[in-house]
Each structure stands twice: as structure tokens, then as C-alpha cells.
């Protein structure tokens, strides 16, 4: 990959804010959030996307790993931008009473690293999360998940896969299957309120992410391989 992530996702700031924009589940995933939010929220991987009521928080914190993502976000009193790692959270303990991971996780293993370094990177990060959660805190993750029989596909070929998206200059990105992210989620001490699958409305086109070595393309919705998933829990 040339650069880091970081450079990567910086350079791409823009167009990325445009693909956001474009997918249409969106709208969907804000009216199943809103009413979940209430107090300090931090948004990690918020990106350049601010879409929640913010008169229902006390407190919004867009943290992203690229500076460039959050150039276009605007802030108010109530709405921080803070450039940071979700592998180390800069917050104090017990702060917040939510914290979103907005299609992030698949991120956390740029380099292409073994799915067992990977899972447990994964882990870290949701021990992170508790240490910063206030006692009755919740996780809200959102995740496009791959059917079980892809993802044993893709971690299969996955030095092809490292080696095809470090050739077009993009990080690499995983994408577990519900029931492995699930029990990842398990694993790290959550319990479930709710996992339900968040789809747009309509259109019959649909842009899809770079996995399996390929870049940002569109095909028809009824062909992609992924879906996006709402994962919410409670310790």
C-alpha cells in the first residue's frame, strides 16, 4: 500500500464523503440510532458524517484515525472533532454513555496480518471501549458482514487479497460473517439487545468496499455479497 492507512483515507476524504452519501441505508441506520443516543456519544471511525440529533446529547465526539475525514465536519459546542487510534482511546475512564463503531472494524488490519492477529486485535479494541463506558453504557456497531461460506473464502485467499489491494494502493480490509463477529463481540464480555440487518431502500444499484482485492465499483443490489448489520449490547 503506498502510505499508511491514514494517508490513504486522507487523500481520499473527499470522495469517500460522496460514496457515504450515495449509500441509501443510511437514512434507515440514523432513525434506528437516534432514539438509542442520550448523553456523551463517541463516534469512532465517525469519518466526515455527522447525521444524529444532537439536541438529545450533552456531548459528540467524531473520532477518526485521518485528520482529512474530519476537516468536513461541522462542530458546534455540543459537536468535537479529535483525531486519535480506536486501538487507544484518549478519554478517561467510565466518560461515555455510547460509543459507535460506524463500519470501522474491518479497517484494523491494514497490513494483512493472520485472521487470529486480526481477531484479536478486535478484542483489544472492545476492552478499550469498556474501560471508557459508563457503568450502564451500550456498544452500538455497525458492520457489513459477509455469509459464512465468503468469509472462509476470503481468509483463504487472504495473501492474494493483501497482495492485489497493496498493488492498487488500498488497505486491506476483512469482513468477518455475523455469526464470527458475533462471537468476537461475545468473547470480549457483551451481551446482546439486538442484531438486525440495516437495509436501504430501493435503489438497484449499490456501491460496494474494496474486498476481495477489488476497488470501490457498483453492481446490482441483489448480487452483493455483503450486507450491513446493527450490533448492539450491554455488559
Not at 45 to 50: L, M, T, V
Not at 59 to 72: E, I
Request: charged share 30%; net charge positive.
Amino acid at each position: 500500500m503506498k502510505g499508511s492507512p491514514q494517508e490513504f483515507f486522507d487523500r481520499e476524504s473527499l470522495r469517500y464523503r460522496q460514496f457515504v452519501k450515495q449509500r441509501d441505508f443510511v437514512p434507515f441506520l440514523r432513525e434506528k440510532i437516534n432514539p438509542l443516543l442520550k448523553g456523551r456519544v463517541l463516534d469512532v471511525g465517525s469519518g466526515c458524517i455527522f447525521d444524529f440529533d444532537s439536541e438529545r446529547l450533552d456531548l459528540y465526539v467524531a473520532m477518526d484515525l485521518s485528520f482529512g475525514m474530519l476537516l468536513g465536519l461541522e462542530q458546534d459546542g455540543k459537536v468535537k472533532a479529535v483525531c486519535g487510534d480506536a486501538n487507544h482511546l484518549p478519554f478517561r475512564e467510565g466518560f461515555f454513555d455510547a460509543v459507535i463503531y460506524r463500519a470501522v472494524l474491518h479497517h484494523l488490519n491494514p497490513e494483512g496480518k493472520a485472521l487470529r492477529e486480526m481477531k484479536e486485535t478486535v478484542k483489544r479494541v472492545f476492552l478499550e471501549v469498556d474501560r471508557i463506558l459508563s457503568r450502564d453504557g451500550q456498544i452500538l456497531v455497525i458492520e457489513p458482514c459477509f455469509p459464512a461460506w465468503l468469509e472462509r473464502i476470503e481468509s483463504a485467499l487472504t495473501p492474494l487479497i493483501r497482495w492485489s489491494m497493496k498493488r492498487l494502493g488500498l488497505p486491506y480490509v476483512f469482513l468477518f460473517s455475523k455469526k464470527a463477529f458475533s462471537d468476537l463481540l461475545r468473547k470480549g464480555g457483551w451481551r446482546f439487545l439486538e442484531i438486525e440487518p440495516v437495509q436501504g431502500g430501493g435503489r438497484k444499484w449499490e456501491w460496494i468496499v474494496p474486498v476481495l482485492g477489488l476497488p470501490f465499483i457498483k453492481i446490482p443490489r441483489w448480487a452483493s455479497p455483503s450486507v450491513v448489520h446493527l450490533f448492539r449490547g450491554r455488559r
